[in-house]
């Protein structure tokens, strides 16, 4: 099992709508959730970070975090096709100084 | 700097050559992070400084790998004996504080041993 996962996609919404990405890890002491934006041949930027239970929103980026479940995800509303990027969960878990990354879910947003 | 800044922005190395990749942090912070990026896949932790301490080195593939950061601010990522599977993307990060935090990555140097 890895330890943070996530649906490879490609995910494809059509333009306004909303994406949901998923993320699912394994360490259940993780106190600190983020998800980065990577856009082809660019270095990851920090979009959302979330570290208690519940909702976090930022813009039209919401951050949703369930630590029982072991689960992560993040909506993008009103989807524009500049969003089309893959997006990584990261997980800071309870071993070392490290935050490990998922794959990525890429996303396309059809204009 | 305002950003984090890498350099080189590509490196093509023969098989054998030793290659040294440079990463500047942004001002003042304390926590720098070294990961490797294969295609397709996400960031892979190599390393971890606090200033000028290496706390973590657990990612480092192997002892052909040697990273140092001897005055808390620039750091330098190399790779001695480059081999085909050394090829990708090198990324540094840094961040303000500790290692709960999000990072602000550089730009990477995008590795290639032919």
């Known amino acids: 099992q890895k330890e943070v996962e996530q649906n490879s996609g490609p995910l494809s919404v059509p333009e306004g709508a909303i994406a949901s990405l998923n993320c699912t890890y394994s360490?259940?002491?993780?106190?600190?959730f983020f998800w980065y934006r990577q856009y082809s041949g660019k270095s990851p930027e920090l979009i959302m970070s979330?570290?208690?239970?519940g909702d976090k929103e930022d813009g039209r980026f919401t951050a949703q975090l369930n630590k029982a479940s072991q689960y992560v995800s993040l909506l993008i509303r009103d989807s524009q096709p500049s969003d089309s990027a893959t997006y990584l969960c990261a997980v800071k878990g309870t071993g070392g100084f490290k935050t490990i990354f998922g794959a990525g879910t890429r996303l396309f947003v059809k204009a | 700097g305002a950003g984090v800044s890498q350099s080189p922005r590509y490196k093509v190395a023969k098989r054998g050559q030793d290659v040294a990749l440079r990463c500047d942090p942004i001002s003042g912070h304390v926590s720098l992070f070294w990961y490797q990026q294969a295609l397709g896949q996400g960031p892979e932790f190599l390393t971890y400084f606090q200033n000028e301490a290496q706390l973590d080195k657990s990612g480092l593939p192997s002892d052909r790998f040697f990273a140092e950061r001897p005055e808390g601010s620039v750091s330098t990522l190399k790779i001695q004996r480059t081999q085909q599977e050394d090829s990708a993307v090198y990324l540094c990060a840094s961040s303000p504080e500790g290692t709960g935090y999000g990072y602000t990555f550089g730009s990477g140097t995008r590795l290639t041993v032919v």
């Open positions: 979330i570290y208690s239970n």
């Open positions: 360490d259940r002491g993780s106190q600190s």
